[in-house]
């Protein structure tokens, strides 16, 4: 059967789709299609392989035609794709957790660690050759370790965060998240706790949550200016959970102490004004980028599409709505 996969990926998981017999076309151009390019390479397959950057809704749906079976999204996030329109449709959403858990938790750790001990500010310092010597209140930034970290929705990824926290920086551990989660609150000493809670007592933040209505700008001024003013936000999970305009003049006014974020509001575009700040640490949209999550990503997103063109069900079949 006919693959499209909407942009290149590791080799591993289009080998796995060639080996299971299917004929397997991967756009040559290495930027996201337009609407377009994407609803004439679709016209006709049984599976897409698709990218966060490809917007699919009934428009490429319908491009694509009956015949299509699975779209297999390159990522554990799937707010690109409108799950109404596919389930009016019968086709087949498939996502890539587990596989890039670690990694995104790893630069969440980062992010954290980077903004606290100002480590993009040195560095920028450093090779501008302003450093003269040993100071004593030289780029002063804040503890981690037996800090309080607050984590927002505590799924896989703000699991894994929570356990290198407490395990690895002796941290207490504060989170939100309508299940609390009773295995980890006895392993590690964890704790659900009200949203005003979180943000009035954490030093640091990290937003785990999918993209939804009712996340979306779910941190604006009013959070930032009940969180600690030595308080850091870290965001790894999709930039328009963040009012990036409110996080600026936080930013600028101190309400917190520092930021780092992976996901950006408008990406790829950053609002105006916050890469002159001193006290963010911007990466872009990396957190899973590390070459085991991105070739097991591959071979997921492969396995989900060979299981539902064999009929089956794929091993991680997004929950329509
Ligand atoms: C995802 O998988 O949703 C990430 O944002 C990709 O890095």
Redesign the pocket.
């Known amino acids: 059967m006919k693959v499209f996969v909407t942009r290149k990926i590791p080799q591993v998981g289009l080998d796995l789709l060639a080996q299971a017999g299917h004929m397997v076309e991967v756009s040559e151009l290495d930027r996201p299609l337009t609407r377009d390019e994407l609803k004439q390479k679709v016209s006709g397959v049984e599976a897409i392989l698709s990218q966060?950057t490809d917007k699919i809704d009934e428009e490429i749906l319908d491009a694509a035609g009956k015949q299509l079976k699975v779209v297999a999204n390159y990522?554990?996030?799937y707010d690109n794709i409108n799950l109404k329109d596919a389930e009016t449709r019968r086709v087949l959403i498939t996502n890539?957790p587990d596989v890039?858990t670690d990694a995104?938790a790893d630069q969440a750790f980062a992010l954290m660690m980077a903004a606290a001990r100002r480590i993009a500010e040195s560095d920028r310092f450093a090779r501008a050759g302003k450093y003269t010597g040993w100071q004593p209140f030289l780029l002063l930034g804040q503890d981690v370790f037996g800090k309080t970290l607050g984590i927002v929705g505590l799924g896989r990824i703000g699991s894994a965060l929570a356990k290198r926290a407490a395990k690895g920086f002796s941290m207490r551990i504060l989170y939100h998240d309508q299940k609390p989660n009773a295995e980890l609150d006895a392993e590690i000493g964890s704790k659900n706790v009200e949203m005003d809670e979180l943000l009035k007592t954490s030093d640091f933040i990290s937003v785990h949550v999918p993209l939804l209505d009712s996340t979306r700008h779910l941190f604006s001024t009013k959070q930032f200016e009940m969180m600690k003013k030595t308080a850091v936000f870290v965001n790894t999970s999709r930039g328009p959970v963040v009012d990036e305009a409110a996080l600026l003049e936080a930013l600028k006014k101190g309400d917190i102490f520092g930021a780092g974020i992976d996901?950006w509001e408008f990406e790829p575009k950053l609002t105006a004004g916050l890469s002159e700040l001193p006290n963010i640490v911007i990466t872009p949209?990396t957190?899973?980028?590390t070459i085991e999550a991105r070739n097991n990503m591959s071979k997921v997103a492969a396995e989900n599409i060979i299981a539902a063109l064999k009929g089956e069900v794929p091993p991680n079949l997004v929950k329509l709505v």
């Open positions: 966060l990522a554990v996030g890539t890039l995104v996901v949209h957190a899973s980028a």
